[in-house]
């Protein structure tokens, strides 16, 4: 018998977290062969099980080489499901722009962001990783950006984060840049200390934060 939406979904997250790679490519395929959204697959399987093993680096059961085994995982459910994401069409689109902080080269967080971004209309620029401060406000003042959402996976890039705030101070763009960072050693208290605007806890949260600073 068939699995149920919510039943794959359970099962994409569980073999994220087991860094089963195969085990995502049949889930995500079953998802698309049954019909089932695409997008709800991403944001309850993946980026669900892409949270736990968020969870388990934290606690120090999972370490860098886990976390990398989970985020190609993620990667590979991605590339199946992307195509099939409906996704919204009305209204404006505004900018936004996304990318991993200099010193740190793990995208899977920054990636999950761009495809729940998109699939909400925004119109995402994707800064990529290892992303210098200067380069981050570069691009927003370029492309009109009104945030930028930037992402750390390492404690010792966290400090960069700070830089790139304060240079928005230093060019006199502050309130019409906003900054919203995440991922896995990033709290509320830090987003706090350096002055970020706001913090991300998830991919999905990133839709509402963006949602709410752009009235949309």
Known sequence: MAKSAAELNEALAEAVVDMDEGAVAELANEVVDQGYDALGAIDQGLAK?????GKLFEEEEYFVPELLMCSDAVNT?????????KMESA???HKIVVGVIEGDTHDIGKNLVKVMLSSANFDVVDAGRDVPPAKFVD???QEGAQIIMIAALMTTTMDKIGDTINLIKERGLEGKIKVVIGGAPISPA?????GADAYSINAN???RIARDMLGC
């Open 139 to 141: 691009l927003a003042v």
């Open 77 to 85: 459910g991605i590339d199946i499901l992307k195509p099939h994401i």
């Open 190 to 194: 830090f987003a706090k200390k350096v």
């Open 205 to 207: 949260a990133a839709v």
């Open 91 to 93: 209204g404006e689109k």
């Open 49 to 53: 099980g892409m949270d736990k093993a």
